[in-house]
């Protein structure tokens, strides 16, 4: 049986499918894999294995406490931000009170107006776009799209626009998982409990202010852990779909119209990109509660299962030819599935959040074009989220507005 495959190095950010085909070829559905220190993992890249673990949250749970590996993990371990103990979020609740609070988190994102949300959006893509496109080029990843989902989530959570840059960076120390996680993670924390201070303080017609009001019970440590949950999968995904989308329509002929006016365009990259090229690549995790069989696998009770969502959507069983358009279909993983799934709402704040970003960058820079060769495009260190370092890009300069 050939070696456990390391999830991280530079394959993850290089050559993504061509990694995951070859774990197909050698493993199976079912790869082992092992993190930071040896610890073993399964990182599962069939579809319909993903499918059978993410259905059944019995067998496969979202209880971290269920994990083999504990006395093995040391208190500094970088993946600790993604593999949490005892972390109080909807993360890791399972049952009736993960059902509970889907449902808090779901109303208290319904209630955003889907006028005011654009108008967010729109209104701070321009003020970012103010600020270089009367320079003729910029870096459309690193001053632009990682500024503006946190930029709108933080206005629609509560909080001021001033807090956004350092949001920001905590966000993408934590997620990257390397020396500064813990930090990353320590700023987000503090940052939410004093916003829950405040609105407990004085309320207001926001997100934390409706989660506040909600009468099912929760304590402020699990509102603020929820919140962080919402503002990590809401801001880093976001950016890289914005991110990775525009490199597509910038470096694939079949996007071409999409940089002259046509619309249609922007959703089918947007598509494109959740089943070839989605922001998040793997997700941990679930543990399971029995031992069990999976792809042909003996999964003991206690191991971890990665969920490979990326591997998932590019399975040969499902995409027979990856070449072609999916031409709208929205059968992918990208948002997960089953009760443990992106809540409706959210998915439906972070495509108008990155369809505005895209729409707007072609509204003003009609002639924006890469300003390097695209196979010297690289992307972020992280085995978890799929997105580009940086993304130079040329126009015609135009006054800001």
């Given at each position: 049986?050939?070696?456990?495959?390391?999830?991280?190095?530079?394959?993850?950010?290089?050559?993504?499918?061509?990694?995951?085909?070859?774990?197909?070829?050698?493993?199976?559905?079912?790869?082992?894999?092992?993190?930071?220190?040896?610890?073993?993992?399964?990182?599962?890249?069939?579809?319909?294995?993903?499918?059978?673990?993410?259905?059944?949250?019995?067998?496969?749970?979202?209880?971290?406490?269920?994990?083999?590996?504990?006395?093995?993990?040391?208190?500094?371990?970088?993946?600790?931000p993604m593999i949490g103990r005892k972390?109080?979020?909807?993360?890791?609740?399972?049952?009736?009170?993960?059902?509970?609070?889907?449902?808090?988190?779901?109303?208290?994102?319904?209630?955003?107006?889907?006028?005011?949300?654009?108008?967010?959006?729109?209104?701070?893509?321009?003020?970012?776009?103010?600020?270089?496109?009367?320079?003729?080029?910029?870096?459309?990843?690193?001053?632009?799209?990682?500024?503006?989902?946190?930029?709108?989530?933080?206005?629609?959570?509560?909080?001021?626009?001033?807090?956004?840059?350092?949001?920001?960076?905590?966000?993408?120390?934590?997620?990257?998982?390397?020396?500064?996680?813990?930090?990353?993670?320590?700023?987000?924390a503090t940052s939410m409990f004093q916003?829950?201070?405040?609105?407990?303080?004085?309320?207001?017609?926001?997100?934390?202010?409706?989660?506040?009001?909600?009468?099912?019970?929760?304590?402020?440590?699990?509102?603020?852990?929820?919140?962080?949950?919402?503002?990590?999968?809401?801001?880093?995904?976001?950016?890289?779909?914005?991110?990775?989308?525009?490199?597509?329509?910038?470096?694939?002929?079949?996007?071409?119209?999409?940089?002259?006016?046509?619309?249609?365009?922007?959703?089918?990259?947007?598509?494109?990109?959740?089943?070839?090229?989605?922001?998040?690549?793997?997700?941990?995790?679930?543990?399971?509660?029995?031992?069990?069989?999976?792809?042909?696998?003996?999964?003991?009770?206690?191991?971890?299962?990665?969920?490979?969502?990326?591997?998932?959507?590019?399975?040969?069983?499902?995409?027979?030819?990856?070449?072609?358009?999916?031409?709208?279909?929205?059968?992918?993983?990208?948002?997960?599935?089953?009760?443990?799934?992106?809540?409706?709402?959210?998915?439906?704040?972070?495509?108008?959040?990155?369809?505005?970003?895209?729409?707007?960058?072609?509204?003003?820079?009609?002639?924006?074009?890469?300003?390097?060769?695209?196979?010297?495009?690289?992307?972020?260190?992280?085995?978890?989220?799929?997105?580009?370092?940086?993304?130079?890009?040329?126009?015609?300069?135009?006054?800001?507005?």
């Open positions: 049986m050939t070696a456990p495959v390391p999830l991280g190095g530079p394959r993850f950010q290089t050559e993504p499918a061509q990694l995951y085909r070859e774990m197909r070829r050698d493993h199976g559905a079912v790869t082992p894999v092992v993190l930071d220190g040896d610890i073993p993992a399964w990182l599962v890249l069939g579809y319909r294995e993903l499918h059978q673990v993410t259905g059944d949250p019995v067998l496969f749970s979202r209880d971290s406490e269920l994990w083999n590996q504990w006395d093995r993990i040391p208190d500094d371990w970088p993946l600790l972390q109080p979020s909807i993360l890791y609740t399972v049952g009736e009170r993960h059902r509970e609070r889907a449902a808090m988190i779901s109303e208290a994102l319904e209630a955003v107006s889907p006028a005011e949300l654009r108008a967010y959006a729109e209104r701070f893509a321009d003020e970012l776009l103010d600020a270089v496109c009367a320079e003729g080029e910029t870096d459309i990843i690193g001053n632009y799209a990682m500024l503006l989902p946190v930029r709108v989530l933080a206005r629609l959570y509560g909080f001021s626009d001033e807090q956004g840059p350092g949001l920001v960076t905590a966000l993408n120390d934590m997620i990257d998982g390397r020396e500064r996680a813990i930090a990353g993670q320590t700023h987000l916003l829950l201070a405040d609105r407990r303080a004085q309320p207001a017609d926001d997100v934390v202010s409706r989660m506040l009001a909600n009468r099912s019970g929760f304590t402020d440590e699990e509102i603020a852990q929820d919140l962080m949950v919402m503002m990590a999968a809401g801001h880093q995904p976001t950016a890289d779909w914005i991110g990775n989308s525009l490199r597509l329509m910038l470096t694939d002929s079949r996007f071409a119209a999409s940089l002259f006016g046509g619309r249609n365009s922007v959703a089918d990259a947007m598509n494109e990109v959740l089943w070839e090229d989605t922001p998040t690549q793997n997700v941990a995790g679930r543990w399971a509660s029995r031992d069990t069989q999976l792809g042909g696998r003996r999964v003991r009770a206690g191991d971890l299962l990665l969920l490979g969502l990326q591997g998932a959507n590019s399975d040969p069983q499902v995409r027979t030819d990856g070449s072609t358009l999916t031409g709208g279909n929205s059968a992918h993983f990208s948002f997960g599935h089953g009760e443990h799934r992106c809540p409706f709402p959210a998915q439906e704040v972070a495509e108008v959040i990155a369809r505005t970003g895209i729409e707007v960058v072609l509204d003003r820079l009609p002639d924006i074009d890469l300003a390097v060769p695209a196979d010297t495009l690289t992307r972020r260190p992280s085995p978890w989220l799929r997105g580009l370092s940086a993304l130079p890009v040329r126009f015609t300069p135009v006054p800001a507005r």
